[in-house]
T-cell receptor
Framework: SQQGEEDPQALSIQEGENATMNCSYK?????LQWYRQNSGRGLVHLIL?????REKHSGRLRVTLDTSKKSSSLLITASRAADTASYFC????????????FGQGTELSVKP | KAGVTQTPRYLIKTRGQQVTLSCSPI?????VSWYQQTPGQGLQFLFE???????NKGNFPGRFSGRQFSNSRSEMNVSTLELGDSALYLC????????????FGPGTRLLVL
């Protein structure tokens, strides 16, 4: 089964609003990463947060990690129509090399 | 630097045939991973190669195989294709495969009829 579970599965907001996506996972991790995918194309890396970090920012993105609850959240502030995409969390497990375990993803629609 | 490239981008095959997909990683990257993406199962890890050796393998049947060449380019092969193998196959590369960002290619969309 998938390591990560994402919530919500779909999210529809207006431009300028904030979007929050949540991810839960099951086992201990090295790090957790967030990726974006537009219309079935390749994935684009957004941000990586290590297991010893609690919060990280990159531009309009803010990621939090709570290892005690095995959960993470991705906040996109001041969203734009161009942010419309699917967002996936992926966990990098101990001693698993380059293997990433992906969640099912959140489909974000930002309406102009 | 050029990104990860995958060929072909689209492919149509019939059941029972075999297919080979190719992935060229970013220059200097030695780890190449393959993923299958379907609407039902989502993104699933197939295998990872590092320095021409398979270092990790997902839960896929033996019909799925791969290899990596000395220049880090990788190929994956699927034999005896089934309808359920229709998917987007994504390749990703990074420097060494540990605790690092993965850089994904655009994918190969395979349709099995």
């Amino acid at each position: 089964s998938q390591q990560g579970e994402e919530d919500p599965q779909a999210l529809s907001i207006q431009e300028g609003e904030n979007a929050t996506m949540n991810c839960s996972y099951k086992t201990s991790i090295n790090n957790l990463q967030w990726y974006r995918q537009n219309s079935g194309r390749g994935l684009v890396h957004l941000i990586l947060i290590r297991s010893n970090e609690r919060e990280k920012h990159s531009g309009r993105l803010r990621v939090t990690l709570d290892t005690s609850k095995k959960s993470s959240s991705l906040l996109i502030t001041a969203s734009r129509a161009a942010d419309t995409a699917s967002y996936f969390c992926a966990t990098d497990l101990y001693n698993q090399g380059g293997k990433l375990i992906f969640g099912q993803g959140t489909e974000l629609s930002v309406k102009p | 630097k050029a990104g990860v490239t995958q060929t072909p981008r689209y492919l149509i095959k019939t059941r029972g045939q075999q297919v080979t997909l190719s992935c060229s990683p970013i220059s200097g990257h030695r780890s190449v991973s393959w993923y299958q993406q379907t609407p039902g199962q989502g993104l699933q890890f197939l295998f990872e190669y590092f320095s021409e050796t398979q270092r990790n393998k997902g839960n896929f049947p033996g019909r799925f195989s791969g290899r990596q060449f000395s220049n880090s380019r990788s190929e994956m092969n699927v034999s005896t294709l089934e309808l359920g193998d229709s998917a987007l196959y994504l390749c990703a590369s990074n420097l060494a495969g540990n605790q690092e960002t993965q850089y994904f290619g655009p994918g190969t969309r395979l349709l099995v009829l």
